[in-house]
């Protein structure tokens, strides 16, 4: 079965850097699109940034451009978001989400698969 | 680009049914086909459970559907069970810069 894992979460400085880390499992990594979408405290969910099958295309959301970016190896079936000049508001738990469909070029919205999150707390 | 609006709260009876709205913009619910809506239990992760406005994964029950009318999109629980009560977001793709944008989330209850 399809399990994705989240690792790398904790507690940082505004201003500071983490990376987190997601390893997928049960399912073709190289074939399929993978997200970050992150949840403040008791707040909605809210997309973070997409990555293509192959890693040529990678689309972020306005709130974090410039600042977090996404990766992946696909030798190690692994899926990264480096996380640069932290603020309060990036407080969240970050989860990785497989998209649905296979090949996708671009984010859908469509996340059939999502990991158990993990917590980043930004606080001085 | 702003959120999509759902309502806060929904409740129901079991064995009820009840609808979810979100309203979005041509830019969003209005002008694509790429709706989905997620239900997520308390302290738990999101599950897919309509994409593409009214299909549903394979394992989702049949009670779930879907539906749109121009921007607005419409989740239908029908014979509401217990286990039911969750939170439950639509997203919709945005285009733009926006790419993937999400309602605040409503929390269903069932009395």
């Known amino acids: 079965q399809v399990q994705l894992v989240e690792s790398g979460g904790g507690v940082v400085q505004p201003g500071g850097s983490l990376r987190l880390s997601c390893a997928a499992s049960?399912?073709?990594?190289?074939?399929?699109?993978m997200n970050w979408v992150r949840q403040s405290p008791g707040k909605g969910l809210e997309w973070v940034a997409f990555i293509q099958y192959d890693g040529t295309k990678k689309f972020h959301a306005d709130s974090v451009e410039g600042r977090i970016s996404i990766s992946r190896d696909n030798s190690k079936n692994t899926l990264y978001l480096q996380m640069n000049s932290l603020r309060i508001e990036d407080t969240a738990v970050y989860y990785c989400a497989k998209s649905l469909l296979q090949l996708g070029a671009r984010p859908s919205g469509w996340f059939d698969a999502w990991g158990q999150g993990t917590l980043v707390t930004v606080s001085s | 680009q702003s959120a999509l609006t759902q309502p806060a709260s929904v409740s129901g009876s079991p064995g009820q049914s009840i609808t979810i709205s979100c309203a979005g913009t041509i830019s969003d619910v209005g002008g694509h086909s790429l709706v989905s809506w997620y239900q997520q239990h308390p302290g738990k992760a999101p599950k897919l459970i309509i994409y593409e406005v009214n299909k549903r994964p394979s394992g989702v029950s049949s009670r779930f559907t879907g539906s749109k009318t121009g921007t607005t999109a419409s989740l239908t629980i029908s014979g509401l069970q217990a286990e039911d009560e969750a939170d439950y977001s639509c997203?919709?793709?945005?285009?733009?810069?926006?790419?993937?944008?999400f309602g605040g989330g409503t929390r269903l209850t069932v009395l």
């Open positions: 997203c919709s793709y945005a285009g733009g810069r926006s790419f993937v944008i």
């Open positions: 049960g399912f073709t990594f190289t074939s399929y699109g």
